[in-house]
């Protein structure tokens, strides 16, 4: 079991920056892949960006490409989402997920992700 709980979300007027950290527990959190997908209100969730087990690969979705950048402390058991130059189309629900398969593909589906944490509000004003 992995818990991860996720924090750093708010307000920010659009052109502003935010970080969102997850912290994971329950498992080695070096061995996991893992990454952040959002759900703005009416939408489908999507894909955000993802981190390998070792940091080493990372994956953005087009629409984050240049903004948004994702790390992990690996001694701190937390994976970080820097969020800047927002625009209120990033306005969202942020989910931190963990896939415990580390010898596959970093992957950008949710369905590879097992472990999902409960979100945290992204809201961007014009």
């Known amino acids: 079991q992995v818990q991860l709980v996720e924090s750093g979300g708010g307000l920010v007027q659009a052109g502003g920056s935010l970080r969102l950290s997850c912290a994971a527990s329950?498992?080695?959190?070096?061995?996991?892949?893992l990454g952040w997908f959002r759900q703005a209100p009416g939408k489908e969730r999507e894909f955000v960006a993802s981190?390998?087990?070792?940091?080493?690969?990372?994956n953005y979705a087009d629409s984050v490409k240049g903004r948004f950048t994702i790390s992990r402390d690996n001694a701190k058991g937390t994976v970080y989402l820097q969020m800047v130059s927002l625009k209120p189309v990033d306005t969202a629900v942020y989910y931190c997920?963990?896939?415990?398969?580390?010898?596959?593909?970093?992957?950008?589906?949710?369905?590879?992700?097992?472990?999902w944490g409960q979100g945290t509000q992204v809201t961007v004003s014009s």
């Open positions: 997920a963990a896939d415990p398969d580390f010898g596959k593909e970093l992957s950008t589906k949710q369905h590879e992700y097992e472990y």
């Open positions: 329950g498992r080695t959190f070096t061995w996991l892949h």
């Open positions: 981190i390998s087990w070792s940091g080493r690969r990372t």
